[in-house]
């Protein structure tokens, strides 16, 4: 089953502190964690995702790594989330074991069919709406661009999702979301991630 919510890291610290919050969300149903990591070292991110999946599998979760597969490999991840300057998804699927997810990030409707065609598992579409998490973002696709999406491939609706936004996501067809302000800065990240959660099993 592919995981519907996916909960992308961003911590100043890639310590205890972070991995005691991604062991809570993952307790309320969070079932992917994406391990973004600008700032660190290869070592350190590997020695992170490491950890990251040493809590979250035990407990039914996955782990990709956004953009880095050789990483996402060294560490023993469950798959990678490819952006447009990343490597192409038909040469990390050349490299990958069978199981290995790859998730690849598209705009519309086209860029998901050459993804598909690719032999990406899901298209990350976005951003749906402005996000202030992350500088450099193109203009917001809105909720028609990811309905075309969702007809090559299923769906992770990423930019600006909030819990007041997942169900319109979620009836223009995507298969679920990936989240990252509207947790981490929440003053209860754990409750935040309920919500989501809740909201994305009611759909």
Request: proline share 6%.
């Amino acid at each position: 089953m592919l995981p519907r919510i996916h909960l992308i890291t961003h911590f100043p610290h890639l310590d205890e502190v972070a991995l005691q919050l991604v062991t809570a969300v993952v307790d309320v149903g969070v079932d992917a964690i994406q391990v973004r990591a600008k700032g660190a070292t290869d070592r350190e991110l590997v020695a992170w995702t490491r950890a990251v999946v040493s809590v979250v599998r035990p407990r039914g979760a996955r782990v990709l790594v956004n953009d880095r597969l050789d990483l996402a490999l060294a560490a023993g991840a469950d798959g990678v989330h490819l952006g447009s300057n990343d490597l192409p998804v038909a040469d990390a699927r050349a490299m990958v074991p069978a199981g290995f997810l790859i998730g690849a990030t598209c705009r519309d409707g086209a860029d998901a069919e050459r993804a598909r065609a690719d032999g990406a598992d899901y298209a990350g579409v976005g951003p749906v709406h402005a996000s202030t998490t992350k500088i450099g973002l193109p203009a917001p696709i809105g909720l028609g661009a990811l309905s075309a999406a969702a007809l090559a491939l299923p769906t992770i609706a990423i930019g600006g999702i909030t819990a007041g936004r997942v169900p319109a996501v979620l009836r223009a067809g995507a298969h679920g979301v990936a989240v990252v302000a509207a947790v981490w800065q929440a003053l209860d990240p754990p409750r935040a991630a309920k919500e989501i959660v809740d909201l994305v099993h009611a759909a």
